[in-house]
């Protein structure tokens, strides 16, 4: 990589005209010059484009039909110059110094294929709500972990704007599927990035991450729909990692918690649709030995989680919704049991620092 090498931040725009000033702003004021901003408007229905306009040549602009998030990127990666490429959401912004030490992480590692970055929280008016993402107890990986993540595929990663990718490395995994890709194609790379290359990752928040009542973190119910369109996207991924890194083995299914907790969800609670061959209980016993081989999770997650399976097998339909809800939703559950998770967490540091 060179000396200064250029970075691409591509800003994907729909319809949040309120933020992308922001946005845009907050890379044109990096510490760091030597960025190029592009911005994608995917066919926005507010004033988001007569924003885009008042930054004249010191931006990009690409403005499309509307196709979706994947679409956006993609059109925004076949344009861009930059060894570097940073995703950056339109209602989310990045910290005045991060492109910086992103570069520096990337030119003292050079085989990183990413460089990742926690984000903080903020709420629809810019507030700090006290949150971090991924959250402060979650251990960030540092170096080759594609042993790893071929045993248990995943690992914490931050949402789109807290990614910073090598180009070369990325050109592996582009152009993203768009169909199945309209929302959250952060997936797509984030999984199959850790089997091209080094992740390595900065522990203080680089970005601010919006959370308001338009945007997919607001909501705390399960859509059966879309629930199961994305299982069967987590299919196809897991079929990508086999040819990525040329396995015959169909093991990684059933390593993949979240992917485990997912099916389990989906033949619990609507069994005519689930769209796998599964059985209940071979699906509880997987969901129970993957988490209690996992080495990157908690003892109190490992706890919740085989108690989560464990209940899943045996509470009738009704209950297994709400079961559902509070695991994947955290907005859902109800004040008691935020406050238990909070103090079994907390009780658990306590220990472990004694």
Same mark, same amino acid.
């Given at each position: 990589?060179?000396?200064?090498?250029? &970075?691409? @931040? !591509?800003?994907?725009?729909?319809?949040?005209?309120?933020?992308?000033?922001?946005?845009?702003?907050? &890379?044109?004021?990096?510490?760091?010059?030597? *960025?190029? %901003?592009?911005?994608?408007?995917?066919?926005?229905?507010?004033?988001?484009?007569?924003?885009?306009?008042?930054?004249?040549?010191?931006?990009?602009?690409?403005?499309? =039909?509307?196709?979706?998030?994947?679409?956006?990127?993609?059109? +925004?990666?076949?344009?861009?110059?930059?060894?570097? !490429? *940073?995703?950056?959401?339109?209602?989310?912004?990045?910290?005045?110094? $991060?492109?910086?030490?992103? &570069?520096?992480?990337?030119?003292?590692?050079?085989?990183?294929?990413?460089?990742?970055?926690?984000?903080? %929280?903020?709420?629809?008016?810019?507030?700090?709500?006290?949150? @971090?993402?991924?959250?402060?107890?979650?251990?960030?990986?540092?170096?080759?972990?594609?042993?790893?993540?071929?045993?248990?595929?995943?690992?914490?990663?931050?949402?789109?704007?807290?990614?910073?990718?090598?180009?070369? &490395?990325?050109?592996?995994?582009?152009?993203?599927?768009? #169909?199945?890709?309209?929302?959250?194609?952060?997936?797509?790379?984030?999984?199959?990035?850790?089997?091209? +290359?080094?992740?390595?990752?900065? =522990?203080?928040?680089?970005?601010? /991450?919006?959370?308001?009542?338009?945007? #997919?973190? #607001?909501?705390?119910?399960?859509?059966?729909?879309?629930?199961?369109?994305?299982?069967?996207?987590?299919?196809?991924?897991?079929?990508?990692?086999?040819?990525?890194?040329?396995?015959?083995?169909?093991?990684?299914?059933?390593?993949? $918690?979240?992917?485990?907790?997912?099916?389990?969800?989906?033949?619990?609670?609507?069994?005519?649709?689930?769209?796998?061959?599964?059985?209940?209980?071979?699906?509880?016993?997987?969901? %129970? $030995?993957?988490?209690?081989?996992?080495?990157?999770?908690? #003892?109190?997650?490992?706890?919740?989680?085989?108690?989560?399976?464990?209940?899943?097998?045996?509470?009738?339909?009704?209950?297994? /919704?709400?079961?559902?809800?509070?695991?994947?939703?955290?907005?859902?559950?109800?004040?008691?049991?935020?406050?238990?998770?909070?103090?079994?967490?907390? $009780?658990?540091?306590?220990?472990?620092?004694?």
């Amino acid at each position: 990589m060179q000396l200064n090498p250029f &970075v691409s @931040v !591509i800003i994907s725009s729909y319809n949040y005209a309120h933020f992308l000033s922001e946005a845009i702003e907050s &890379v044109l004021m990096q510490t760091y010059a030597h *960025i190029e %901003v592009i911005v994608v408007d995917d066919g926005s229905k507010d004033h988001s484009r007569d924003i885009i306009a008042t930054f004249g040549d010191r931006i990009i602009p690409i403005l499309k =039909e509307n196709g979706g998030q994947a679409s956006a990127w993609n059109r +925004g990666f076949a344009i861009a110059k930059g060894e570097i !490429i *940073i995703f950056l959401d339109s209602d989310d912004a990045l910290m005045p110094h $991060i492109v910086q030490q992103v &570069v520096e992480v990337f030119q003292a590692h050079p085989t990183a294929a990413k460089v990742q970055y926690r984000l903080q %929280v903020v709420d629809g008016s810019g507030q700090p709500t006290g949150d @971090v993402m991924p959250a402060k107890h979650c251990k960030l990986p540092n170096g080759d972990i594609r042993s790893q993540v071929l045993k248990f595929p995943n690992y914490y990663w931050p949402t789109s704007s807290g990614n910073a990718f090598s180009t070369q &490395v990325l050109k592996a995994l582009m152009p993203i599927p768009e #169909a199945p890709y309209r929302v959250s194609p952060d997936i797509y790379l984030n999984h199959l990035i850790a089997l091209l +290359g080094s992740i390595y990752s900065l =522990e203080q928040p680089g970005g601010l /991450l919006r959370k308001h009542g338009n945007n #997919a973190s #607001a909501y705390n119910q399960i859509d059966m729909i879309e629930f199961r369109r994305n299982l069967i996207n987590t299919a196809k991924l897991h079929e990508k990692r086999r040819e990525i890194a040329k396995l015959n083995s169909k093991t990684l299914e059933n390593r993949d $918690i979240r992917f485990l907790v997912g099916r389990m969800v989906s033949l619990k609670l609507e069994p005519e649709k689930h769209p796998f061959s599964d059985h209940l209980f071979l699906l509880c016993c997987n969901g %129970v $030995i993957t988490c209690l081989t996992d080495p990157e999770g908690y #003892a109190y997650q490992k706890i919740f989680l085989t108690s989560w399976f464990t209940m899943m097998f045996f509470v009738p339909r009704s209950m297994a /919704l709400s079961l559902s809800n509070n695991l994947i939703f955290s907005g859902s559950r109800k004040p008691w049991m935020k406050k238990l998770f909070y103090t079994v967490r907390r $009780i658990w540091k306590l220990e472990a620092q004694a």
